[in-house]
T-cell receptor, first 115, second 113 residues
Framework: NAGVMQNPRHLVRRRGQEARLRCSPM?????VYWYRQLPEEGLKFMVY????????ESGMPKERFSAEFPKEGPSILRIQQVVRGDSAAYFC?????????????FGPGTRLTVL | QKEVEQNSGPLSVPEGAIASLNCTYS??????FFWYRQYSGKSPELIMS????GDKEDGRFTAQLNKASQYVSLLIRDSQPSDSATYLC?????????????FGQGTILTVHP
């Protein structure tokens, strides 16, 4: 996992609540990707952010999901009004700069369970 | 047709054998190809990357790429029980300069003693 931090590691929410997932990149990394892994499926790209900018959000559901990567602090993936289908593992991956895009380091993931 | 498709598993091989994992992709613009290993409950770990047609060897692992056939494979020689995991094929999205990856659904490999 090479220093990428995600918290919480496990998150339980009831339907209708909000979930906030945090990703702290490795030192010096300013590029963040979020991926979702549904049970028994591969990872699906959700969003790509650089500091303070959303570059590609083509994989984000149109409603309830948002992401940010502020100038200071971790990247946050926010899910409003969670539903059971949001239960999944959410991974972030980071890299240093544009020339190192092929060397992404994954965090340990947040396992979200919606009751 | 799935964008990245892996051979259906699960795959079971005896210890010491060669495990062969296959992957096809649909995006002809893709230029970067990766194999990740994921243990149960853990995050993906990059084990091989390949960018040019042909073979690339790293220890017991060999990745093979054929862009004309849109085909990527991973061979694991002298398989060990510790190789038992899910193997994910990933392809960089063509037309992008950043690391947006499209993953296959994974192949579960079991190496039995």
């Amino acid at each position: 996992n090479a220093g990428v931090m995600q918290n919480p590691r496990h998150l339980v929410r009831r339907r209708g609540q909000e979930a906030r997932l945090r990703c702290s990149p490795m030192k010096g990394h300013s590029h963040v990707y979020w991926y979702r892994q549904l049970p028994e499926e591969g990872l699906k790209f959700m969003v790509y952010l650089q500091k303070e900018n959303i570059i590609d959000e083509s994989g984000m559901p149109k409603e309830r999901f948002s992401a940010e990567f502020p100038k200071e602090g971790p990247s946050i993936l926010r899910i409003q009004q969670v539903v059971r289908g949001d239960s999944a593992a959410y991974f972030c991956a980071t890299h240093r700069g544009p020339k190192s895009a092929d060397t992404q380091y994954f965090g340990p993931g947040t396992r979200l369970t919606v009751l | 047709q799935k964008e990245v498709e892996q051979n259906s598993g699960p795959l079971s091989v005896p210890e010491g054998a060669i495990a062969s994992l296959n992957c096809t992709y649909s995006d002809r613009g893709s230029q970067s190809f990766f194999w990740y290993r994921q243990y149960s409950g853990k995050s993906p770990e990059l084990i091989m990357s390949i960018y040019s047609n042909g073979d690339k060897e790293d220890g017991r692992f060999t990745a093979q790429l054929n862009k004309a056939s849109q085909y990527v494979s991973l061979l694991i020689r002298d398989s060990q029980p510790s190789d038992s995991a899910t193997y994910l094929c990933a392809v960089n999205a063509g037309g992008t300069s950043y690391g947006k990856l499209t993953f296959g659904q994974g192949t579960i490999l079991t190496v039995h003693p």
